[in-house]
């Protein structure tokens, strides 16, 4: 059963911006604990991102992208976003939208979250 979908992802020029979207399925996640994005770029590991505690919206991000990237969650719309400005190439990757249901405190290991999403490309051009 898929649970998460994510949309937003595209192609950008460096500096600009873009909003991933992840839907859940609005009767599971109530059951949820954390929210997360991950990137995968070619050839590398699939790295956090940023978290969002599903009912309580406290965040924590990757050094790489704080004060850049910001994850808030819609609960009317069963939806977590991914704001993401001043975007460098190196952001390029695909992005993951991650569930978690046991862990307390803010996971950000790959192996800690229960249910994925299928990915979205973002492309950062220089």
């Known amino acids: 059963q898929v649970q998460l979908v994510e949309s937003g992802g595209g192609l950008v020029q460096a500096g600009g911006s873009l909003r991933l979207s992840c839907a859940g399925v609005?009767?599971?996640?109530?059951?949820?604990?954390?929210m997360a994005w991950f990137r995968q770029a070619p050839g590398k590991e699939r790295e956090f991102v940023a978290v969002?505690?599903?009912?309580?919206?406290?965040?924590y991000y990757a050094d790489s992208v704080k004060g850049r990237f910001t994850i808030s969650g819609d609960h009317a719309r069963s939806t977590v976003y991914l704001e993401m400005n001043s975007l460098k190439p190196e952001d390029t990757s695909v992005y993951y939208c991650?569930?978690?249901?046991?862990?307390?405190?803010?996971?950000?290991?790959?192996?800690?979250?229960?249910?994925w999403g299928q990915g979205t490309q973002v492309t950062v051009s220089s």
């Open positions: 969002i505690r599903w009912h309580s919206g406290s965040t």
């Open positions: 991650a569930a978690d249901r046991n862990v307390l405190g803010f996971p950000v290991r790959v192996q800690e979250y229960d249910y």
């Open positions: 609005p009767g599971l996640m109530f059951s949820y604990l954390n």
